[in-house]
């Protein structure tokens, strides 16, 4: 199981820079493989292994998080027995009152997938507040864009991470401040 489970895995990461809707190219035909090489016939064919996943929009049309969820596919979290596996379940929100809807990033479905390791400290610093984000950074395959529009859905999707009201986080806000002070008062909100 395991087995197959890194080799759909692996199948999920070469296609999702390419995979057309509704359609995934046959290995042979699909420019990325070597149709004559002696390792074609060992790898599963991409209709076969994604057909069954979860449906997406975007990438190779799987939604791989909606996958994990529901145990149609089971990664190996890690290579090495001692490695820590840390799911981290917060949602950080970044980018507020721009001209476009903040940024809800959720950890969960990163850590799901990649250690803290992977980003933390080398792309981010695992402090709030303490990175300065930018689209330019992300389009040029850094930060962010290290794997979105690579392995992961592309940078097309932009309200898939551009997902926040600013008006619902202003709302928030005040509805936070209203309580604190009424709190400092011992009045009611």
Request: hydrophobic share 45%; aromatic share 6%.
């Amino acid at each position: 199981m395991r087995r197959a489970a890194l080799v759909l895995l692996a199948v999920g990461v070469v296609l999702s820079a390419w995979a057309a809707p509704g359609l995934w190219k046959r290995l042979e035909t699909d420019g990325l493989h070597d149709p004559q090489g002696p390792g074609i016939t060992q790898l599963q064919q991409p209709g076969d292994a994604l057909q069954a996943l979860p449906p997406d929009t975007a990438g190779n049309l799987v939604s791989w998080v909606r996958a994990i969820d529901s145990g149609a596919i089971n990664p190996r979290t890690n290579l090495f027995p001692e490695t820590k596996v840390r799911v981290l379940d917060q949602d950080i929100i970044i980018a507020r009152y721009g001209s476009m809807p903040a940024v809800k990033f959720p950890h969960r479905q990163q850590t799901l997938w990649l250690d803290c390791a992977n980003c933390h400290d080398q792309l981010f610093k695992a402090k709030a507040g303490a990175n300065k984000f930018s689209m330019t950074a992300i389009l040029n395959g850094e930060q962010c864009g290290l794997c979105h529009g690579a392995v992961s859905f592309p940078l097309t999707e932009c309200n898939r991470c551009h997902s926040v009201s600013n008006a619902a986080l202003r709302a928030q806000e005040r509805a936070a401040a209203a309580a604190s002070a009424a709190a400092a008062t011992g009045a009611r909100p």
